[in-house]
Structure formats: structure tokens, C-alpha cells
């Protein structure tokens, strides 16, 4: 039985997290200060669970809650491109600052490894698909400078003081539990609720960006065979976290359209500042250093999420 704290467990990915820990039988401690976690998210978990509410930024807590803790996954940060756009400050206070911290508590407290939540933001636009970890970052947001940032201090925590660390570069994770209803929601979750709603979507640009859809059981896979890899395969290291495929805005757009019978065409706004055009990740690096497949493919993983969509919010009838 590992002793694993979750950061922002109360979140999207990071309750899934949470959960799969708990059915093979690891204690679990989750930090989070619900920003943007939700407590409902650990609904029938509270009883079994060490909670933590602490800020990232507040080093003496995160310090506190790495104590006794063998393994972290780094889950905590402000998400969100347009978010950092608008208030970089706080974004790098959480996402770099905050990061920093939970090293620090890592590193005193003799944690063995930590696995960070890196972004394929990363990649930018620079030319050449699918992404490989060997390119040269070229970020184009505060918050894919962040989590570059983030990368960097894990690498160096890894060569200087011996912590383990692993970064798993997402690729537009989605799934159920992720936040339909903030303005800086990810554009599945914001689509289906909108469509449910029947309200109209809007997508930013002409809908031809192309995007390594991913579902969140993926992910939580990811995460736990890194955890077990040997520090030969993997300390130290970076990793694409993906499908392998390329779907565009349109067809998801037109995809969950589908699964909720809504007959509307869709509507096109402005494209948006630091949005990357194109992702499509290799995942061979995973596949050799901790035996990564994807479980869940695209159309299914869609077929789940508005399935979940659907049961958490039913539309409303309307008033006579």
C-alpha cells in the first residue's frame, strides 16, 4: 500500500486520481483549497481520505501534507490559457510558486517521487507533427510558460537532490467531472452543457484546430504506471500523455451534436490570444519507459463523458 498525496484532488483529473488510488488499496491525501476543485467531486472518498484544505502557495502547509507521503501527483494549478492571459500574477503564483513549494515539501520531507502535471501547451505552434518530447518548447501563453517552468524545476530536483520526478505533458484531457459551467471551462465540458441547455456554442476560429482529444481514464493510467516504473525508466523524465490522434473543433462540435440530438448549426467567433492551433502527440516515449496504451479511444470516451453530462444536469422543461 503507497501513501500518495493527490494536489487539487478535489479537481477534474485530480478526483479520478483519487479514486483509482483508493480501489487498489493506497492511503490517500488530498490538497486542495477548492479554487476550482469541488468538494462533490469526492463524494462517497471523504471518509476514507486524509483532506487537506491548503493554498499551494502556502509553503508550510504543503510542507505539512508531504510529511509521512511516499509518492505526489502534482495535479494543483490555475488551468486555463485565457485565465493567465487576463491575471498572469496569481496564475504564476500558483503554477510556478506553488509548484516550487510542493518540491521543496518533497524534498525535506524524503518523498520518493513526484509526478507533475505538464501541459502540451508547451509545444506552441512551431511547425511538425505529432509533437515528440525532444522539440524545443516554444510556449505562447503565461500559462504554458508556467508549466514549462514547472517541467524544468521537476528536472532539477531530479538532478541535484535525488527526487524522482515525472512529468506527463497532457493533451486536452476530458471526461466526466471536469467544469462545464466557469468561463475558463475546457471546450468539451462548455459544449455539452451548452448544447443540454440548448444554448448555441461558439467556437473561437474557423473549427479546423486540430486537438489530441483524451480521456481522463487515460490519464489516471498514465499516472499509475509511472508511479510503479523503475527510476531508470522514468526519473528525470518527460512524457507525452495522449491518443495519438487528431480530431478538429467541427467534427467534436458536430460529434456531441449528435449524442444530444441538437440541431443547431454552430457559430464562429474571434480566434482567441495564446490559443495553440494544433496538437497531435507521439506516445511512443510512454509506451517504452512504463508500458502507456491508450484505454479509451476518442468516440467512446465522448460517448461517456455526455452520458455523465446528461445525468448531472437534465434539461430543465420548460415553464408554462
Not at 496569481?90 to 518523498?111: C, D, K, P, Q, W
Not at 458536430?254 to 464562429?268: E, F, I, K, M
Request: glycine share 10%; proline share 6%; charged share 20%.
Amino acid at each position: 500500500m503507497a501513501k500518495v498525496l493527490v494536489t487539487g484532488g478535489a479537481g477534474f483529473i485530480g478526483s479520478h486520481l483519487v479514486r483509482a488510488l483508493l480501489e487498489r488499496g493506497d492511503s490517500v491525501r488530498v490538497l486542495d483549497n477548492f479554487a476550482t476543485g469541488k468538494p462533490r467531486n469526492l463524494d462517497g472518498m471523504l471518509d476514507v481520505i486524509d483532506l487537506r484544505e491548503v493554498d499551494l502557495r502556502d509553503a508550510d502547509g504543503v510542507r505539512a501534507a508531504c510529511a509521512g507521503m511516499e509518492y505526489i501527483l502534482h495535479q494543483g494549478a490555475l488551468p486555463s490559457v485565457p485565465r493567465s492571459v487576463q491575471d498572469p500574477r496569481t496564475s504564476h503564483e500558483v503554477n510556478v510558486n506553488g509548484t516550487f513549494n510542493v518540491l521543496e515539501g518533497a524534498r525535506l520531507e524524503g518523498v520518493r517521487r513526484v509526478l507533475y502535471a505538464a501541459s502540451s501547451s508547451a509545444y506552441g505552434d512551431q511547425p511538425g507533427f505529432p509533437r515528440v518530447e525532444t522539440m524545443v518548447p516554444q510556449p505562447l501563453s503565461p500559462y504554458a510558460t508556467q508549466k514549462l517552468t514547472g517541467e524544468l524545476y521537476m528536472q532539477t530536483y531530479w538532478r541535484v537532490y535525488g527526487v524522482e520526478t515525472v512529468c506527463l505533458r497532457y493533451f486536452n484531457i476530458f471526461g466526466p467531472r471536469q467544469d462545464a459551467e466557469s468561463a475558463y471551462s475546457g471546450v468539451m465540458a462548455r459544449f455539452a452543457l451548452q448544447m443540454i441547455r440548448g444554448e448555441q456554442p461558439t467556437i473561437f476560429g474557423d473549427g479546423l484546430q486540430g486537438r489530441d482529444f483524451t480521456y481522463v481514464e487515460n490519464v489516471v493510467s498514465a499516472n499509475l504506471k509511472s508511479m510503479s516504473a523503475p527510476a531508470t525508466s522514468v526519473a528525470g523524465g518527460v512524457f507525452n500523455v495522449a491518443c495519438g490522434t487528431r480530431h478538429t473543433l467541427l467534427e467534436t462540435y458536430s460529434g456531441l451534436a449528435r449524442l444530444l440530438t441538437y440541431p443547431h448549426p454552430v457559430l464562429h467567433g474571434p480566434a482567441r490570444d495564446g490559443d495553440v492551433r494544433d496538437s497531435l502527440a507521439d506516445i511512443q516515449a510512454a509506451r517504452l519507459a512504463f508500458g502507456y496504451e491508450p484505454l479509451i479511444g476518442f468516440a467512446e470516451g465522448l460517448r461517456r463523458t455526455v452520458a455523465w453530462y446528461r445525468k448531472e444536469y437534465p434539461p430543465q422543461e420548460a415553464e408554462h
